[in-house]
Nanobody, 122 residues
Framework: QVQLVESGGGLVQAGGSLRLSCAAS????????MGWFRQAPGKEREFVAT????????YHADSVKGRFTISRDNAKNTVYLQMVSLKPEDTAVYYC???????????????WGQGTQVTVSS
């Protein structure tokens, strides 16, 4: 199990930018694949982006491709989600997750943070 703490959420106007951070407690952070997911009210949790343990492999959901970028800094035990050109439909609670292998669905990940709210106003 990895303890994860997200930060960086907030209220932003459409077209704006935010960078989310997720700090991990594990000394073995560099061996974990990491993912970002989001959940809007009344909707299921959905995949946003994932990154391999060494950062060489990334996948982004089609809905965010070209606007969001996942990255990691293993020296800081942190994974990031840079979000630009935000849209009102990006409004959701954003969660980071960790697992030993790369995945793209919530059930692929065993460790989760508490989430951070992102609200995009029109």
């Amino acid at each position: 199990q990895v303890q994860l703490v997200e930060s960086g959420g907030g209220l932003v106007q459409a077209g704006g930018s935010l960078r989310l951070s997720c700090a991990a407690s594990a000394r073995t952070f560099s061996t974990y694949a990491m993912g970002w997911f989001r959940q809007a009210p009344g909707k299921e949790r959905e995949f946003v982006a994932t990154i391999s343990w060494n950062g060489r492999t990334t996948y982004h959901a089609d809905s965010v491709k070209g606007r969001f970028t996942i990255s990691r800094d293993n020296a800081k035990n942190t994974v990031y989600l840079q979000m630009v050109s935000l849209k009102p439909e990006d409004t959701a609670v954003y969660y980071c997750a960790a697992e030993r292998v790369l995945g793209t669905t919530p059930k692929d990940f065993g460790s989760w943070g508490q989430g951070t709210q992102v609200t995009v106003s029109s």
